[in-house]
């Protein structure tokens, strides 16, 4: 949520937040209004329940002849104030629910743009692959090697769905688990976090109200299935005040994420790009209010999926996010892009965030600075590898042409030394 004291001050800031990502100025404008209501409301009922208190205090000393005026005035304080109070009880509920709404503005150095086609390409590593035969794509390969299978399971489980077999499942736990250990090395806690979570905690990192409709909702429990760890992560420490000497927190986990992709349908409907149900190796750091040390950890997290890409050897780019590619509450965003051979391009793979205290102010994250002030921490994401899609550079990118698929050396000591993959 932004800071309703820099709405108050600097709407034209909001305004043009609202501009740069695509949402709509006019609900700054109509939060503006909304604000200045309720300080206006604010201030005549608390003068009122002033002096409404002092009278209710001062009318039993009262001598009897000025008895019946307190009282009649008693009575037109109390008729004031039960036609007040449930407006400014309306205004207030009308302004938070679009606080929730509104842009955090993007950190100046983002390109402007709508879509991801105006991602800035930051740096690049690895060659993509030019192959001496005619390469297969991952479902082809799945086949051959008896590890994806995807009628049985859109038979069973509706569209998007789909089965990893035998060396297939193995893979993906391999690569999860690869990249769980890597962060270990790194100070990383490992979390193993509920994936059924209340609205309070979509609402605290941003994922209700705006991306609702992309969410499983379970009504009758009133919970909800995460499409991403990093709502546990963040929510973690929801209505907490950490020490400074305790930041930052670094956290990961490995989990099932969810998504009805209503906003993708009939997008990537082939193969395993953009499922409903997949695993990811999710990366969070809460801070101190610092931009340049959130930068600096902004960095690790990308520099975490650089290394395990590099230790799968595929071969990526590194893109900044647009304004209009960036999403409600980040400031500042990179996108991990890896060598798809079957889409002949790119495929985002990792998308790595950071949010300042938009996310804080929502969850009540604070912390005690170093001189006693309690404020808010900043907080940042990035995924370190996700599961299926990560599966479709792996195993396109290591194939040969008799269909078989080497196996990088950093996973063999998963794969119990298995070299490569091999028809059955
Ligand atoms: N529908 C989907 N099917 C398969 N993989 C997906 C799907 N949605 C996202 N992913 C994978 O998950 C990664 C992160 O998703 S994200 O929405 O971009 N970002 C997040 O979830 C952040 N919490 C960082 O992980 C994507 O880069 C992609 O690799």
Redesign the pocket.
């Known amino acids: 949520m932004i800071d309703p004291e820099l709405l108050r001050k600097e709407p034209e800031r909001i305004r043009e937040a609202a501009r740069l990502k695509g949402f709509d100025p006019e609900t700054v404008d109509l939060a503006v209004t909304l604000d200045r209501r309720r300080r206006e409301l604010l201030a005549v009922v608390e003068r009122l329940r002033a002096e409404r208190n002092a009278l209710s205090k001062r009318i039993g000393s009262l001598p009897p002849e000025e008895r019946h005026a307190a009282l009649t005035r008693a009575t037109v304080l109390k008729e004031r104030l039960a036609q007040l109070e449930p407006e400014l009880r309306d205004v207030q509920n009308r302004l938070q629910h679009l606080l929730l709404c509104l842009p955090n503005p993007p950190a100046p150095s983002s390109p402007v743009g709508s879509s991801d086609e105006d991602n800035v390409e930051i740096r690049r590593w690895g060659q993509p692959p030019s192959f001496p035969f005619p390469p297969r794509d991952h479902l082809e390969l799945g086949r051959l090697l008896g590890i994806i299978e995807t009628e049985r399971a859109v038979k069973l489980a509706g569209s998007?769905a789909y089965f990893l077999k035998n060396e297939g499942a193995l893979l993906e736990w391999a690569v999860l688990r690869f990249a769980v250990d890597l962060l270990l090395r790194r100070g990383y806690t490992l979390l193993a976090p509920p994936v059924l979570v209340l609205d309070e905690a979509m609402t605290a990192t941003g994922y209700f109200p705006l991306g609702r409709e992309e969410v499983y909702r379970l009504e009758r429990d009133e919970l909800n299935l995460v499409?991403?760890?990093?709502?546990p992560l963040v929510a973690y420490h929801m209505d907490e005040t950490l020490e400074e000497n305790e930041l930052p927190r670094r956290y990961c986990a490995l989990s099932p994420?969810f998504?009805r992709?209503v906003g993708?349908a009939g997008r990537?409907v082939h193969g395993?790009?953009?499922?409903?149900?997949?695993f990811?190796v999710?990366?969070?750091i809460i801070c101190e209010a610092d931009p340049d040390a959130s930068r600096r950890y902004h960095e690790e997290l990308l520099k975490n999926a650089e290394d395990i890409l590099q230790a799968l050897e595929l071969p990526y780019r590194v893109v900044q996010a647009c304004t209009g590619d960036m999403g409600q509450g980040q400031v500042l965003k990179h996108?991990?892009e890896t060598w798809m051979p079957s889409r002949g391009r790119y495929g985002?793979?990792?998308?790595?965030?950071s949010f300042h205290d938009f996310q804080a102010r929502r969850a009540r994250i604070r912390y005690r600075d170093r001189n006693g002030r309690v404020r808010y921490a900043y907080t940042l994401?990035?995924?370190?590898?996700?599961?299926?899609?990560?599966l479709i550079p792996l195993l396109e990118i290591h194939q040969r042409e008799d269909g078989s698929v080497r196996i990088p050396e950093a996973l063999r000591p998963y794969m119990g030394g298995l070299e490569a993959l091999v028809p059955r």
């Not at 395993?272 to 997949?278: A, E």
């Not at 985002?348 to 965030?353: F, I, L």
């Not at 994401?381 to 990560?390: L, Y």
């Open positions: 998007r499409g991403t760890a990093e709502v994420c998504r992709e993708s990537d395993l790009y953009r499922v409903h149900q997949f990811k999710e990366q969070v996108d991990v985002e793979t990792h998308s790595c965030s994401n990035n995924t370190a590898v996700a599961s299926p899609r990560i």
